[in-house]
């Protein structure tokens, strides 16, 4: 499977090569010009030429324009929740209120696809894999997509009443979060092409950190519209902080499995401590109690600690995976 590093080294097949013609000798007649396309007996082997469709670099492609069944896979996981929100639509799953429902669902998408394209360094790092630095693009886009689907679906909800959809956005302090999370990452998504990565250059690494702060609003407007519970948005911060704090650790522990072991009660505590912070600030809800209720198991596990669920069991699937690559790669004993 070809992976971003090798595949810079490799000649693009999306771009027909280049002969280089040589000068007509004297009483020597030219042969007669072969372009890379019309070279005999390579016709399995000919480059897409250059015209659409195949010069366009479509999500399926490597770098290389090659068919990637990895990246298109996740494509089409990024695909699905949109089809499976519309299916629901067309037989009448969404409910009484399908619009607010879509809302809902769209929203949490958008979250669940930035927490994903926040977890491709942890894992290139972890999993020793530069793969999954295939379809971070894409999990952004997907998590710009989803957003902005989620305005539509809200701006379709109030009537298309663009000037009143406006005023609620600058009236109501949970929008006004959504939307500069929106906006900030629709920046993201129109500069995520070659073209302005190339031409902004360094910068381009720099604007790419704004998708932190955007994490955090779009992490607080969850929170704001939650109402009474916080359940799923202290889960989704959780694992923000959780991705947060493996990016706090030093370059040297990033890859290790036992860091990431360790890393997971901290996340636990964290998400605890926002948990409470949020209790306490935000509510009228006595916050001591809802700490000390991550203790209960009673009613199974509170977001918090799932979040150290997930940590340990990411960390231990890549522990059993490092396990079975040493295994496979142990030259095998012969009897004698
Ligand atoms: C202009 C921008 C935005 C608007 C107008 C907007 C509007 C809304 C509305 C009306 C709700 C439902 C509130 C309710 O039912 O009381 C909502 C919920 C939500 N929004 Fe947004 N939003 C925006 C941007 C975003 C962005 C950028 C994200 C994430 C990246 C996001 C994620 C969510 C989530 C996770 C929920 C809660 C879903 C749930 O509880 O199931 N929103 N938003």
């Known amino acids: 499977m070809p992976n971003d590093v090798s595949d810079r080294r490799r000649p693009d097949p ?9 000068p007509p000798q004297q009483g020597v007649p030219a042969p007669p010009r072969q372009t890379a396309q019309a070279r005999p007996g390579q016709a399995g082997r000919r480059p897409f030429p250059r015209s659409f469709p195949w010069s366009f670099p479509w999500p399926w492609r490597d770098r290389g324009g090659r068919f990637s069944p990895f990246k298109a896979l996740v494509l089409l996981g990024t695909l699905l929740p949109a089809a499976w929100i519309l299916a629901l639509w067309a037989t009448d799953g969404l409910g009484s209120r399908p619009l607010t429902e879509a809302i809902h669902r769209t929203g949490l998408w958008a979250v669940r696809f930035l927490l994903l394209a926040l977890l491709v360094s942890p894992l290139r790092r972890l999993a020793d894999t530069t793969r999954v630095l295939l379809v971070r693009r894409m999990l952004g886009v997907a998590a710009m997509a989803y957003a902005l689907a989620h305005l539509g679906l809200y701006v379709a909800d109030e009537n298309f009443r663009l000037l009143h959809v406006a005023s609620e956005i600058v009236r109501r302090f949970y929008l006004t979060i959504g939307f500069v999370a929106l906006l ?23 604007l ?5 702060p955007i994490g955090v609003l779009a992490l607080l407007h969850f929170f704001l519209q939650s109402k009474a519970d916080v359940s799923e948005a202290t889960f989704a911060a959780g694992l923000f902080l959780a991705l947060m704090l493996w990016r706090l650790l030093p370059a040297r ?27 306490a600030l935000a509510t009228r809800i006595p916050a001591q109690r809802v ?7 009673e009613f199974g596990p509170r977001p918090a600690v ?19 690559l040493a295994a496979a790669a142990q030259p095998p004993i012969h009897g004698t």
Do not use: C, F, H, M
């Open 291 to 297: 700490l000390w209720a991550n203790l209960d198991l």
């Open 14 to 22: 999306a771009r027909p090569r280049q002969s280089v013609p040589s």
């Open 306 to 324: 799932w979040v150290g669920i997930v940590v340990l069991g990411v960390a231990a699937a890549l522990g059993a995976r490092r396990q079975v």
């Open 184 to 206: 900030g990452l629709a920046l993201l998504g129109a500069t995520s092409t070659d073209g302005w990565t190339k031409r902004l250059g360094r910068n381009w690494k720099r």
């Open 253 to 279: 522990w990033q890859g290790s499995g036992l860091a990431l072991a360790l890393l997971a009660p901290v996340a636990t505590l964290a998400t605890a401590g926002v948990e409470y912070a949020w209790y």
């Open 208 to 212: 790419q950190r704004l998708v932190y």
